[in-house]
């Protein structure tokens, strides 16, 4: 059965490698966060994902990550290439 919310289970597995640290569940995050399909709400995601594992794990690296992924201001802000040069 695929996993909606973590295709690839790559939060899943966080969550279960002993002594994992906070960089290590960022880089996991990012991974994650790349495979979000366009469109998608990765927030609404990172919501869910959060009531999936956090009771279980409060206090684990990756919980506060995905915590720090829906404070405000944390999502995209760069713009390169010609995107960044029109007028919004």
Partial sequence: MKDELDPKGL???AYRIDGIGAPECRSI???WALGV???ADPREKVRALLA???EKAGDHPMTVTLKAALEEGSGPRR???RAGRMQA
Avoid: C, S, T
Wanted: cysteine-free.
């Fill in 11 to 13: 939060i899943r597995e």
């Fill in 29 to 31: 995050f990012l991974d």
């Fill in 37 to 39: 399909p366009l469109g």
């Fill in 52 to 54: 999936r594992h956090a």
């Fill in 79 to 81: 713009r390169g290439g």
